[in-house]
């Protein structure tokens, strides 16, 4: 059975000056409480990021412009900030609030940054797209973890006898 497909580009919601394109399998919404709720394998783009969850569900204020998105169930995640360094990762949740530019990532975090491979494990992530700040939070009194690669710049060889 072929699956229906609805696609919702949201030019309305258009987030300084870059387009909110939404693809999901189903779509809801109640204008009059400026909620819009996808579900079904929903990709959401906006400029070079993109997130793709089970649902995401999108608040907006009285001019139609979204002041909150919220990505539940398998959230993965492509951000660009805006002085260009890139994160892709992963959590259960996931919150972007378009004024601040900044994105939540909530339970099983795993946040990679792209450029230097810098690995952030935690319950609860917050990447500022502006600033460029991270900050982690980890529940339960687990710790939070983060990797850093090391290049090994000893390129000479062990064992020669010369």
Same mark, same amino acid.
């Given at each position: !059975?072929?699956?229906?497909?609805?696609?919702? /580009? #949201? &030019?309305? /919601? @258009? /987030?300084?000056?870059?387009? /909110?394109?939404? #693809? =999901?399998?189903?779509?809801?919404?109640?204008?009059?409480?400026?909620? =819009?709720?996808?579900?079904?394998?929903?990709?959401?783009?906006?400029?070079?990021?993109? #997130?793709?969850? @089970?649902?995401? $569900?999108? *608040?907006?204020?009285?001019?139609?412009?979204p002041i909150k !998105?919220?990505?539940?169930?398998?959230?993965?995640? *492509?951000?660009? $900030?805006?002085?260009?360094?890139?994160?892709?990762?992963?959590?259960?949740?996931?919150?972007?609030?378009? %004024?601040?530019?900044?994105?939540?990532? *909530? $339970?099983?975090?795993? #946040?990679?940054?792209?450029?230097?491979?810098?690995?952030?494990?935690?319950?609860?992530?917050?990447? %500022?797209?502006?600033?460029?700040?991270? @900050?982690?939070?980890s529940a339960n009194?687990?710790?939070? !973890? !983060?990797?850093?690669?090391?290049?090994? %710049?000893?390129?000479?060889?062990?064992? &020669? @006898?010369?």
């Amino acid at each position: !059975m072929k699956k229906i497909i609805f696609i919702a /580009l #949201l &030019s309305v /919601l @258009s /987030l300084y000056g870059e387009e /909110l394109k939404v #693809l =999901s399998e189903n779509f809801k919404a109640d204008q009059p409480k400026g909620v =819009s709720v996808f579900t079904g394998n929903v990709v959401v783009t906006k400029g070079r990021d993109e #997130l793709n969850a @089970s649902k995401v $569900t999108i *608040y907006t204020d009285s001019d139609r412009k979204p002041i909150k !998105m919220v990505a539940e169930g398998d959230v993965s995640f *492509y951000i660009v $900030t805006e002085s260009k360094e890139k994160y892709r990762g992963k959590s259960q949740r996931a919150v972007y609030l378009p %004024n601040e530019k900044e994105y939540q990532f *909530y $339970t099983k975090v795993d #946040l990679i940054r792209m450029d230097d491979f810098r690995r952030v494990k935690g319950d609860k992530v917050i990447v %500022n797209t502006v600033q460029g700040h991270a @900050s982690a939070q980890s529940a339960n009194n687990e710790p939070v !973890m !983060m990797i850093f690669t090391i290049q090994d %710049n000893d390129t000479t060889k062990k064992g &020669s @006898s010369k």
